[in-house]
């Protein structure tokens, strides 16, 4: 356990700097774009508008540059490292053995469990779009989360090679998206093309970060995770 758990570690924070990287570089200066939409007033009481800035500027909030960079840089690897420990420690409980080509195979459905499948419904949104309240947001992304996990799980023949069976996990699959991930009727100040470049470039990096996750893992595994043997003499 102690082996797997520095694994982890070591994995979840190359996968992390290596999504931060991505992060700063296509994402950030979206999310700075956006901003500038969000901060454009909205409401006809300018007076009421005031005041709530001045409440705002009370909080603190990480300077641009540095300071939020390293903040950024921070969450996103420590996340990294919560990501990894759920990975292989899945991996650990089903007893699969890992190396770089299972590892990738087990990054790749990281990616489809926890960004692909909840992003048809409910996509990465930038700053400034609306969304549906949290608590549904909530639900229904752990729901997708939980089921595809489960669909992949049952197709992949784990359970039993019985074909009824395995349709039963293509079922799982699209049942959050019969139901609908909950969305809000109130109109976007962002513009349409900069939220489609913000879900792609978010995309990517998260799909970058499962990868070299399920990649880097499945080798330091591979390569220190198994105890030699002891020769007694």
């Excluded at 082996?3 to 979840?12: K, P």
């Excluded at 992304?141 to 349709?167: D, E, P, Y």
């Excluded at 998206?177 to 470049?197: F, M, N, Q, R, W």
Aim: with cysteine; net charge neutral.
């Amino acid at each position: 356990m102690r082996r797997t758990f520095l694994i982890a570690v070591l994995a979840g924070t190359i996968a992390g700097l290596a999504w931060f990287s991505v992060q700063l570089f296509f994402v950030v200066p979206l999310i700075a774009r956006a901003e500038t939409y969000e901060s454009l007033p909205h409401h006809q009481d300018e007076h009421a508008s005031h005041s709530h800035r001045e409440e705002e500027s009370k909080d603190w909030h990480p300077a641009d540059g540095w300071q939020r960079n390293s903040l950024t840089a921070a969450a996103t690897v420590l996340t990294g490292i919560g990501l990894s420990a759920i990975l292989f420690g899945l991996a650990a409980a089903t007893g699969s053995k890992l190396d770089v080509l299972t590892g990738a195979l087990w990054g790749l459905a990281g990616f489809l469990c926890f960004t692909a499948a909840p992003a048809i419904g409910m996509p990465p949104q930038p700053p400034g779009v609306p969304l549906a309240d949290l608590g549904e947001r909530q639900i229904w992304w752990l729901t997708t989360v939980v089921l595809t996990a489960a669909g992949l799980w049952i197709i992949s023949g784990k359970t039993s090679k019985n074909t009824f069976i395995r349709l039963t996990g293509a079922v799982l699959l699209v049942i959050p998206h019969i139901v609908g991930a909950p969305v809000s009727s109130a109109d976007s100040s962002v513009p349409s093309e900069l939220v489609t470049k913000f879900v792609i470039a978010c995309t990517a990096a998260a799909a970058l970060f499962w990868i070299v996750l399920g990649t880097c893992g499945g080798y330091l595994v591979n390569r220190f995770g198994t105890p030699r043997p002891q020769h007694s003499t």
